[in-house]
């Protein structure tokens, strides 16, 4: 089945840095890769996602890219802001199964700084 | 729509109970996901349905939990006899027919077991 590796684990920059965080997974089938966001105490919740017909997507302040040939993805947030601080985990999906169904990360948290 | 909806939010018992943990999905989604997560484990996938039928029950971890779905808008989560290591953040999750598309987390119920 599916594996999915997530680094860091733990991620501490200052306001206004940015910050990166990196997946890799083994299904070279898996071909749609969500982020959640999940703050302390709450749910994860979607923030963005990439398909594997394209390389890169942007909104706002946040960033995911893909390269599908290594078979690893990232997460970038520019200009942090302390709202950023949370658990970060990302996910790869078969498309054969549905996205709830994604195999996760386990996680990165992430603390901005002020 | 209110989104998924669980109850209790919090959930104390005394091992060797039987707790019931309930899910109500998002309206028209026929995909249900149980999840549970702990500081060791991280995001375990324990079971989900499509169209109220259990598809793949093999994340969970002993005869003591059982689910089910009796119809499109509620599943229920059971563990009987509860023990203190069944501690966790129970999540449900929706998500539509639509192959890879979002899941939707519930708010969670925090169980203790003492």
């Known amino acids: 089945g599916e594996n999915v590796e997530q680094h860091p684990s733990t991620l501490s920059v200052q306001e206004g840095d940015s910050a990166v965080i990196k997946c890799t997974y083994s299904?070279?089938?898996?071909?749609?890769f969500p982020w959640y966001k999940q703050e302390l105490g709450k749910r994860p919740q979607l923030i963005i996602d990439i398909r594997s017909n394209v390389g890169e997507k942007k909104d706002q302040r946040i960033a995911v890219t893909l390269n599908k040939t290594a078979k690893h993805f990232s997460l970038h947030i520019t200009e942090t802001q302390p709202e950023d601080s949370a658990v970060y985990f990302c996910?790869?999906?078969?498309?054969?199964?549905?996205?709830?169904?994604?195999?996760f990360g386990d996680g990165t948290t992430l603390t901005v700084k002020p | 729509d209110a989104g998924v909806i669980q109850s209790p939010r919090h959930e104390v018992t005394e091992m060797g109970q039987e707790v019931t943990l309930r899910c109500k999905p998002i309206?028209?989604?026929?995909?249900l996901f149980w999840y549970r997560q702990t500081m060791m484990r991280g995001l375990e996938l324990l079971i989900y349905f499509n169209n109220n039928v259990p598809i793949d029950d093999s994340g969970m971890p002993e005869d003591r939990f059982s689910a089910k779905m009796p119809n499109a808008s509620f599943s229920t989560l059971k563990i009987q006899p509860s023990e203190p290591r069944d501690s966790a953040v129970y999540f449900c999750?929706?998500?539509?027919?639509?192959?890879?598309?979002?899941?939707?987390f519930g708010q969670g119920t925090r169980l203790t077991v003492v």
């Open positions: 999750a929706s998500s539509r027919t639509d192959m890879n598309t979002e899941a939707f």
């Open positions: 309206s028209g989604h026929d995909y």
């Open positions: 996910a790869a999906s078969h498309p054969y199964t549905n996205a709830g169904k994604s195999t």
């Open positions: 299904d070279s089938a898996s071909n749609y």
